[in-house]
């Protein structure tokens, strides 16, 4: 089978159910000139397939940059050319939360390279995650009591906002695909204790050199109402995390201290190829969809922040229900989430036989 016949079902998914693009319309791949994070062949090869369903298709490559809340001006000025536009480049995730003009549709793909659309990671239909996505935003909103915990030692206690004031994208300016997290849930009335293990990793906001570090043993971070009040630790791996935030939030000038948000991941079939610590970047984000994986958006007052913290296989309780069991999505078990995978054929399938393996190995 061919690159192209392989990632066939992947990209028919994104163009049809969550680009909703039709023969004759026109779209524009923004393609980044970094081979170290996108596959380099994987816009050619979508570009192939999308003129083989009569979309008039252009690909415009870029370097990526450090800082951008604006497009660059060749990408500006094709919002307005072109019906649809495609970011396989950072620079889509970096302005989701930007008002973009123009007319086009504008989608940001997290599925790096045409392995990830040769699997259901990208084939399993949109239209469902788009309202299983819907499913459980409102049942994480309303003034729910949530308490986080986590194997390394995480315990955080806080209510949701009680007014969602949804819709499709309300969180985000673009589309995503796929799409593997609700909306972030607000930390500001979180308290409790948040083990950092294994690294902290950018968030894809910005791209700062070193943006990251490795972490041996566990540092526990005391949380009051969204804020970190202090680190405890080995001193040494304590020393290294005050340095990270001091050196990020001193760069950019942000509030070093404060939790904005935080979400963990829907999709039961996003994986990551390779090893997470090898390029903790392009990790970061990639995989950050697994249910097995919660994060927190640090290091800055807006979403995503600078810096992310991880939790790994959490426990999630919302009004004393378990949502996540230790990294497993009991959510998805709930007679209300059966049903709508009922419309959908094969759904099911994808969560009762769910990815484990994203990147960290066997643990």
């Not at 123009?102 to 045409?114: N, P």
């Not at 955080?156 to 985000?172: A, M």
């Not at 290294?240 to 990020?248: A, F, G, I, S």
Request: net charge negative; proline share 5%.
């Amino acid at each position: 089978m061919s690159v192209v016949s392989a990632i066939r079902a992947g990209v028919e998914n994104l163009l049809f159910n969550c680009i909703e693009a039709k023969p004759g319309d026109s779209i524009a791949i923004i393609s980044e000139d970094d081979v170290d994070y996108y596959s380099p062949s994987l816009a050619k090869n979508i570009a192939t397939l999308l003129r083989s369903y009569s979309i008039d298709t252009r690909i415009i490559s870029m370097s990526y940059v450090e800082d951008a809340t604006i497009l660059p001006q060749d990408i500006s000025d094709a919002l307005d050319d072109v019906d649809h536009m495609l970011f396989l480049a950072r620079i889509g995730d970096q302005v989701r939360f930007s008002k973009l003009a123009g007319r086009s549709k504008k989608i940001m793909c997290y599925a790096q390279d045409e392995q990830s659309f040769s699997m259901e990671f990208c084939s399993a239909d949109h239209r469902f995650f788009m309202a299983f996505k819907s499913m459980v935003d409102l049942a994480l909103w309303g003034k729910r009591k949530i308490i986080i915990t986590c194997p390394a030692g995480t315990k955080l206690e806080g209510v949701s906002p009680q007014d969602l004031d949804y819709n499709d994208i309300d969180d985000v300016t673009v589309k995503r695909f796929p799409l593997n997290v609700f909306r972030p849930i607000p930390a500001s009335t979180f308290s409790g204790v948040l083990a950092l293990s294994k690294w902290l990793c950018p968030t894809g906001s910005r791209f700062y050199q070193p943006n990251h570090i490795l972490i041996n043993g566990i540092v526990l971070a005391k949380v009051k109402n969204g804020r970190i009040i202090d680190f405890d630790g080995l001193e040494s791996e304590v020393r290294k995390v005050r340095k990270h935030y001091d050196y990020v939030s001193e760069r950019y000038d942000v509030d070093r201290d404060i939790i904005h948000s935080w979400h963990a991941g829907i999709h039961p079939q996003n994986s990551y190829f390779g090893r997470a610590v090898d390029n903790l970047a392009r990790w970061s984000g990639s995989a950050f969809g697994n249910p097995r994986y919660l994060h927190f958006h640090t290091c800055g007052n807006y979403a995503p922040g600078e810096i992310c913290i991880s939790a790994f296989d959490p426990t999630i309780s919302v009004d004393g229900v378990d949502f996540w069991r230790n990294g497993k999505f009991l959510f998805a078990e709930t007679p209300a989430a059966l049903d709508l995978m009922a419309k959908y054929p094969g759904i099911r399938e994808l969560f009762e036989k769910p990815v484990r393996e994203y990147g960290l190995g066997s643990s």
